[in-house]
Nanobody
Framework: QVQLVESGGGLVQAGGSLRLSCAASGLTFSNCAMGWFRQAPGKEREFVAAISRIGSITYYADSVKARFTISRDSAKNTAYLEMNSLKPEDTAVYFC?????????????????WGQGTQVTVSS
């Protein structure tokens, strides 16, 4: 049974930082591209960042470029999202997703597995 478990969310002031983790089990982590998405109240789930199977390629949404960093540790079967210079508009539930295969994607329909999400709230 595949499980993706996010952690690290919370309440932070604008300008602050958080590091999200996504622990994967039940799949071959090294065979999966990983992505982070977020969903704010009343809005659709949107792409945030993705990383290729071996971590050599990353994509970011324009809204988070230069502030967020995605990474992965295959020894720990864990993906990370380092978030700096947080803004109130970053407030959302953040979801981790895994996609079988080497190619990463910005399309949420292309991901095979999803976590339950972790809440990030940025106060002004």
């Amino acid at each position: 049974q595949v499980q993706l478990v996010e952690s690290g969310g919370g309440l932070v002031q604008a300008g602050g930082s958080l590091r999200l983790s996504c622990a994967a089990s039940g799949l071959t982590f090294s065979n999966c591209a990983m992505g982070w998405f977020r969903q704010a109240p009343g809005k659709e789930r949107e792409f945030v960042a993705a990383i290729s199977r071996i971590g050599s390629i990353t994509y970011y949404a324009d809204s988070v470029k230069a502030r967020f960093t995605i990474s992965r540790d295959s020894a720990k079967n864990t993906a990370y999202l380092e978030m700096n210079s947080l803004k109130p508009e970053d407030t959302a539930v953040y979801f981790c997703a895994a996609r079988n295969g080497a190619l990463l994607s910005m399309g949420r329909m292309r991901y095979d597995y999803w976590g339950q999400g972790t809440q990030v709230t940025v106060s002004s």
